[in-house]
């Protein structure tokens, strides 16, 4: 009699510990289904096909501007934080851009609503971006997830044919659209890239891309020649990559930006 108690006590922790673990993953995946739902719902509501939205645009010799196929008014009703939405055709990547104004790493476990979200937000900092894409590097922050949400699908781009396919990065504000052409995607350190670099000056500027290029490690590609001055402006999409040393950067250099308006 004296053995089995133990042995029931035994089986017994382990039955509430193994009820806790399926209990957690249950609620990881109830949590991702939820979230993936969410986005979807507003993906839906204000985002509309770029084509559409040109078909709306009156056929004049003095249209200036083009319709910008993100409802900002109705984004920044839910929340003024949302001040960009990032898309690249035929991939995941279609989000919203969040920049708290207090707290740079507000959005790293939150959802565009505020709420606890593992998954978190695609986000920049704005103790080190403006908010604007006018800065000379903009970083963009998102998890790698595992079903491939955020910016789960960024390693890919070391398959030649999927850069060639994928090689646009189209950035909507409510005045503008941003196109940007991808040319590097590097697995670098852990270190603050705008910390690290005054990207505020052409010398931080060319440090960085010196930096980018002679300090990546396997995986990575670069464009060769390497296309980007420090004149350039250009925004990097930083992920981490499973190593807590390290983060996966795709770098992408402003070619094309357009005036428009948000509807």
């Not at 690249?88 to 609503?113: C, F, G, K, W």
């Not at 930096?211 to 670069?222: K, L, Q, V």
Request: one cysteine or more; proline letters at 4%; glycine letters at 4%.
């Amino acid at each position: 009699m004296k053995e089995r108690k133990p042995r029931r006590i035994v089986f017994i922790l382990c039955l509430v510990l193994l009820i806790a673990a399926i209990a957690a993953v249950a609620g990881y995946i109830w949590q991702r289904e939820k979230s993936e739902k969410t986005m979807s719902e507003v993906q839906d509501s204000v985002r509309t096909e770029l084509s559409e939205a040109e078909e709306e645009i009156p056929e004049t010799e003095e249209e200036e501007t083009i319709s910008i196929p993100v409802d900002f008014s109705k984004l920044q009703e839910e929340n003024p934080d949302i001040y960009a939405w990032i898309y690249i055709a035929d991939t995941n990547v279609d989000y919203p851009i969040l920049q708290s104004e207090t707290d740079d790493d507000y959005y790293l476990y939150r959802n565009m609503y505020g709420e606890s979200d593992t998954a978190g937000s695609i986000y920049t900092q704005y103790s080190y971006n403006s908010g604007c894409f006018e800065d000379n590097v903009t970083v963009i922050y998102g998890h790698n997830m595992r079903n491939d949400s955020m910016f789960g699908q960024l390693s890919e781009y070391q398959d030649e044919e999927f850069r060639k396919e994928h090689s646009v990065i189209e950035i909507y504000t409510p005045e503008h659209i941003y196109t940007y052409r991808i040319v590097f995607a590097v697995t670098y350190n852990d270190s603050h890239l705008l910390a690290s670099y005054n990207c505020d000056e052409t010398d931080g500027c060319q440090d960085l891309l010196d930096a980018i290029r002679e300090n990546r490690t396997i995986p990575s590609w670069i464009e060769d020649p390497f296309p980007v001055t420090a004149e350039d402006k250009l925004i990097i999409l930083s992920t981490c990559n499973g190593n807590s040393s390290q983060r996966y950067l795709v770098g992408a250099v402003l070619e094309q930006t357009e005036p428009g308006n948000s509807d």
